[in-house]
C-alpha cells in the first residue's frame, strides 16, 4: 500500500483518487427534519433523499464508481443469452476466486433465495459467525434456522480483539456434534460481519473452521459481500499475510470455500451479485432456479452495463490502494467520535462507523428501540441518516416474542470514495452535540409493524414529545445555522 507520511505528523486519511464528478447536496432546516421524520414513521429507510444531507445509511450500491467503470458501461454486449459481457464478468470472478462456474444474480440476497432454496429444508440448522437480516430471512422461509457461532469477543462493543468476527471453533464442533450433520445444510461464513460492526474474521480462522466442515463432509459457503473491507484487515492485521498481495489473499480465502457468493452492490463497486464454485454438482443443482427467479443463465437480472462495471470493479478491488479508502476513513471517523467521548464500536471494523446505542442512550430500554431512536435523533441533529442495526432489524419469534438484539448499533456507512473529511467532521460535530444532549432523547414504539424484515419498511413514533425538546434545544445552541 502507498506509504505516505505527513511532515507535520498528522494522521488523517489521505485519498488517492480525485473527484471528477458531483452531485449537489440539500441540508434542509431543523423544523423540516422534524417533519420528515415524523412523515417517515421514524424509519430512516422510508425518509426521501431531497431531506438528507449526508446518506449513510448504506454503501449498498451507492459506492462511487471509477472513471474505467464508468466507461466500461458505455461498451457492452446486450444480447439475452450468450452476451460477452457476461463472458467477461464470468472470466473475471473465475480469475479472482479460482472458480470454475458461475450463476449470476441481481443481488446478494437473490443468492440467498437460490441458496437457501436449493440447500435448506424444514429442521434444517444453518451454522454461522454471524446472520444477516436477508440471510436468516431466506433460511427461515424454507422451515430453517440459524446458529450463531461468532466467538464472545464478537458481540463485546469494546475489545482490541483484531477478529471480531471469527467463528468460535469450539462452539463449532459442538454445534455439529450436537446437531448432527444431516440436519446441517451448509456452513455460512460472513466475511467481515455486518450486523456486529463491520468486524473481519482472519484467514487461519476461515481455514479452521472449513477444515472441521471437511472433517464431516459439510458444504461450506462465503459470503464475500464485505470481502473487500476483510481482505485489507488481513492484510494489515494478521502478521502471516502480510507479505502478500490483495489477490493472492483472495485466493487463499476462496480455495478455503465450496461456494462463494457475493452482493456486487458492495463487492465490486455496483450492482448485481452472483454464486461462484469449483464442483459442477453444486452448479447443475442451483442452475435452474436462476432463470426462475432471476434471468437467464447469462444475465440473472443484471443490466450489462452494470456487468461490465462489476469486472472493473472486481479488478480494481485487488488494488490495496483502492480497497484501503472505506477502512482508513472509518477508522478516522471513530478516533474522531472517541476523542470526543463518544460510544462506539472498536476496534474500527469496515462498512461504516457504528455508534453504541446502549451506551449512549443508557436510559431507554431495549423494548424502546435505543439504536432506532438514535437513528432519528442524528437524523434531527445534522440531516445524516444511520441504520439501525439492534432489535428493530430483528424479527419476532413465531410465538411472537421480540428477541432482543446482542448488540444495539447505529450504523454511520462510508459509501467508499464518496464523502470528503469535511463532512465527515461536519457528521462527528453534530453526534458530538447530541452525545452532549443525550438525556433528550427518548424511545419508539411501533405504529405499524410488518410481520417480516420490519426494519424496512415499519412505522413508530416517539414516546413521548422529545423531538420537539430536541429541535428546540438545537435552535438554542445553533441560533439559526442549518
Ligand atoms: C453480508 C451481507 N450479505 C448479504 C447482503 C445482501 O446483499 P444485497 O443488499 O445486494 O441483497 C448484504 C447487504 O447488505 C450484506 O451486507
Redo the contacts with the bound molecule.
Keep these: 500500500m502507498a506509504n505516505i507520511k505527513f511532515f507535520t505528523g498528522m494522521d488523517i486519511p489521505l485519498e488517492l483518487h480525485k473527484v471528477r464528478m458531483v452531485q449537489k447536496l440539500n441540508l434542509v432546516p431543523v423544523e423540516r427534519r422534524l417533519e420528515a421524520i415524523t412523515e417517515a414513521g421514524n424509519n430512516t429507510f422510508l425518509l426521501k433523499n431531497k431531506d438528507i444531507f449526508l446518506d449513510m445509511l448504506?454503501d449498498?450500491?451507492v459506492n462511487a464508481m471509477s472513471d474505467r467503470q464508468t466507461a466500461a458501461m458505455l461498451v457492452c454486449d446486450d444480447s439475452y443469452a450468450g452476451s460477452a459481457t457476461f463472458t467477461r464478468l464470468e472470466d473475471k470472478v473465475h480469475e479472482i476466486f479460482g472458480t470454475n462456474f458461475f450463476l449470476p444474480a441481481h443481488?446478494?440476497?437473490?443468492?440467498?433465495n437460490i441458496l437457501a432454496v436449493a440447500f435448506v429444508k424444514p429442521g434444517d440448522v444453518v451454522p454461522m459467525n454471524f446472520h444477516?437480516t436477508?440471510?436468516k430471512a431466506h433460511i427461515t422461509r424454507q422451515g430453517g434456522t440459524v446458529a450463531e457461532l461468532v466467538t464472545d469477543e464478537g458481540i463485546k462493543t469494546t475489545s482490541d480483539d483484531p477478529f471480531k468476527g471469527n467463528i468460535d471453533l469450539d462452539k463449532l464442533r459442538r454445534f455439529i456434534a450436537e446437531t448432527g450433520t444431516e440436519r446441517i445444510p451448509f456452513m455460512r461464513i460472513?466475511a467481515?460481519?455486518?450486523l456486529i460492526g463491520g468486524q473481519p474474521l482472519s484467514l487461519q480462522n476461515m481455514h479452521d473452521a472449513c477444515e472441521i466442515c471437511r472433517e464431516h463432509g459439510i458444504i461450506t459457503v462465503l459470503?464475500a459481500?464485505?470481502l473487500q473491507d476483510n481482505l485489507y484487515f488481513i492484510k494489515t492485521r494478521e502478521a502471516a499475510c502480510r507479505d502478500m498481495s490483495i489477490r493472492e489473499i483472495t485466493r487463499r480465502v476462496a480455495d478455503e470455500f465450496d461456494i462463494i457468493y457475493f452482493?456486487?452492490?458492495?463487492f465490486g463497486f455496483a450492482r448485481g451479485?452472483g454464486i461462484a464454485m469449483r464442483d459442477r454438482r453444486f452448479f447443475e443443482h442451483m442452475r435452474e432456479l436462476v432463470p426462475m427467479f432471476e434471468g437467464f443463465l447469462t444475465y440473472g437480472g443484471m443490466s450489462v452495463r452494470e456487468m461490465e462495471a462489476i469486472t472493473v470493479g472486481l479488478d480494481e478491488t485487488m488494488d490495496e490502494d483502492v480497497i484501503s479508502q472505506g477502512p482508513i476513513f472509518i477508522e478516522f471517523m471513530a478516533r474522531e467520535l472517541q476523542k470526543r467521548g463518544v460510544p462506539i464500536v472498536t476496534p474500527a471494523g469496515g462498512?461504516g462507523c457504528h455508534l453504541n446505542a446502549r451506551e449512549f442512550l443508557p436510559h431507554i430500554d431495549d423494548h424502546e428501540y435505543p439504536a432506532g431512536a438514535l437513528a432519528a435523533a442524528v437524523y434531527l441533529a445534522g440531516g445524516v441518516r444511520g441504520m439501525e442495526r439492534g432489535t428493530l432489524s430483528e424479527q419476532r419469534e413465531p410465538d411472537g416474542t421480540e428477541p432482543i438484539a446482542d448488540v444495539e448499533l447505529l450504523r454511520l456507512a462510508l459509501p467508499r470514495r464518496v464523502f470528503t473529511m469535511s463532512q465527515v467532521l461536519y457528521a462527528v460535530d453534530r453526534i458530538t452535540w447530541l452525545h452532549e444532549n443525550a438525556d433528550l432523547v427518548g424511545g419508539l414504539r411501533w405504529v405499524e409493524e410488518p410481520s417480516s424484515l420490519r426494519f424496512f419498511f415499519g412505522r413508530l413514533e416517539a414516546t413521548s414529545d422529545w423531538q420537539q425538546k430536541l429541535v428546540k434545544k438545537f435552535r438554542e445552541d445553533f441560533g439559526e445555522s442549518l
Design positions: 448504506t449498498s450500491g443481488q446478494g440476497r437473490a443468492c440467498e444477516f436477508t440471510t460472513e467481515g460481519t455486518n459470503d459481500s464485505l452482493s456486487a452492490r458492495k451479485g462498512l
